[in-house]
């Protein structure tokens, strides 16, 4: 079965510190996707990274990286110099490759707050 | 770039009423997702159709039922309302092929009184 856990619940930080939200999953699939969303108090699901199974090469977005590594199964999330506009959930999901059933299996979130 | 449009935003209803939502994919998507995220939680698959048939079942209600139309906008009905049933309810769409992009639309808050 499919499963994303993302232990940490809440974390509080101050402006300008970094931060780095971790996602485990487990899966029996060899090839898989795995996703990064943010969820602003305002609701919306914005979408940040997707990354499959077979690329392990880490990835840099401005203030943004993560960290995929397949051996631990782990596609960790880390933001540079924090502000308070990245105050948000952030959900980790796992999903299959190919086929038509790509659903999406979420993590609980991270409840990141950002204080001035 | 055109995204995944939901209507209406939001609903209140009673109890043991009918709500349905509406979902309109990103053009050229060929499979619509449903999801039910309740207040604090994480979103829950709910129901999911490619090219118009259904594809993949979730935690789905036998209360709600969902249909994929011609033009490949997707409906979401839901009778005999519960308290329970109050969520953010998320539709997003993909295209198999390619490159798998996966939108979410902004979300229908549903709340029943």
């Known amino acids: 079965a499919q499963k994303v856990t993302q232990a940490q619940t809440e974390i509080s930080v101050v402006e300008k510190e970094d931060v780095t939200l971790d996602c485990v999953y487990e899966t029996r699939d060899t090839t898989y996707y795995l996703f990064w969303y943010k969820q602003p108090p305002s609701g919306e699901l914005v979408f940040l990274i997707r990354?499959?199974?077979?690329?392990?090469q880490n990835e840099i977005s401005g203030r943004y990286s993560w960290n995929f590594q397949k051996s631990t199964s782990s596609f960790n999330f880390t933001i540079t110099a924090s502000q308070v506009v990245d105050s948000a959930v952030y959900f980790c999901a796992l999903s299959d490759y190919g086929g038509a059933t790509n659903k999406l299996i979420f993590g609980t979130g991270t409840l990141l707050a950002v204080q001035p | 770039a055109a995204g995944v449009i939901q209507s209406p935003r939001h609903l209140i209803k009673e109890k043991r009423e009918t709500a349905t939502l509406k979902c309109y994919p990103i053009p050229r998507h060929d499979t619509v997702y449903w999801y039910q995220q309740g207040p604090g939680q994480d979103p829950q698959f709910l129901i999911s159709f490619y090219e118009k048939m259904q594809s993949d079942k979730g935690s789905i209600p036998d209360r709600f039922s969902a249909q994929q139309f011609s033009d490949y906008h997707s409906e979401l009905n839901m009778s005999s309302l519960e308290l329970g049933d109050s969520a953010l309810y998320f539709c997003?769409?993909?295209?198999?092929?390619?490159?798998?992009?996966?939108?979410f639309g902004s979300g229908t808050r549903l709340t029943v009184v």
């Open positions: 990354r499959n199974s077979f690329d392990e």
């Open positions: 997003a769409s993909s295209r198999v092929e390619g490159t798998h992009g996966y939108t």
